[in-house]
T-cell receptor
Framework: GESVGLHLPTLSVQEGDNSIINCAYS??????FIWYKQESGKGPQFIID?????DKRQGQRVTVLLNKTVKHLSLQIAATQPGDSAVYFC????????????FGTGTQLKVEL | DTGVSQDPRHKITKRGQNVTFRCDPI?????LYWYRQTLGQGPEFLTY????????KSRLLSDRFSAERPKGSFSTLEIQRTEQGDSAMYLC????????????FGSGTRLTVV
């Protein structure tokens, strides 16, 4: 998504519902993707990753889906909990881009009780 | 080892002053990264070390910025002649060769230039 400065895209969900956070990545040559969670005042925390030769990967309560045709990545969180409230970032690594990651603009997830 | 440590957590400085931040990575990690994050944005890559060698620098890293990792362990990031546009969160991360590309981030140093 495009940068919107302070106004992050926001997703509000009810506790216990499933959440889906989307990300459009920029480079068709990217070979590795990561989702990070960032709580206020803290650094980003690794959630799950996926390589470009996969289209789905599951972790504990989280699933990442990769659609290379449309350069789209999504993070699904099952049974969303209040502790999941945070900003979520997708990041990509370009093939031949060294070890740096390029982050997208985050999505604010708010879990309502 | 409790993760990546950054010091200080917060720094307020006057425009024109020099500041230095420190990062202690996870001890067995040989790779260290510096990123900058402004409010509402994702982190932006600044520079990367493998052991003591600085292997990559972003064009964002002007000549006022310098980073070192003298013994391949901790790293420092210095900003000279700070400007208001330098106000941001400076994040350090580390990883291990062969450990994939996911890093472990520290909690960052919040810099405010007044």
């Amino acid at each position: 998504g495009e940068s919107v400065g302070l106004h992050l895209p926001t997703l509000s969900v009810q506790e216990g519902d499933n959440s889906i956070i989307n990300c459009a990545y920029s480079n068709s040559a990217s070979d590795y993707f990561i989702w990070y969670k960032q709580e206020s005042g803290k650094g980003p925390q690794f959630i799950i990753d996926i390589r470009s030769n996969m289209d789905k990967r599951q972790g504990q309560r989280v699933t990442v889906l990769l659609n290379k045709t449309v350069k789209h990545l999504s993070l699904q969180i099952a049974a969303t909990q209040p502790g999941d409230s945070a900003v979520y970032f997708c990041a990509e690594r370009f093939t031949g881009g060294g070890n740096k990651l390029t982050f997208g603009t985050g999505t604010q997830l708010k879990v309502e009780l | 080892d409790t993760g990546v440590s950054q010091d200080p957590r917060h720094k307020i400085t006057k425009r024109g002053q020099n500041v230095t931040f420190r990062c202690d990575p996870i001890s067995e990690h040989n790779r260290l990264y510096w990123y900058r994050q402004t409010l509402g944005q994702g982190p932006e890559f600044l520079t990367y070390f493998q052991n003591e060698a600085q292997l990559e620098k972003s064009r964002l890293l002007s000549d006022r910025f310098s980073a070192e990792r003298p013994k391949g362990s901790f790293s420092t990031l210095e900003i000279q002649r700070t400007e208001q546009g330098d106000s941001a969160m400076y994040l350090c991360a580390s990883s291990m060769t062969g450990g994939g590309y996911g890093y472990t981030f520290g909690s960052g140093t919040r810099l405010t230039v007044v």
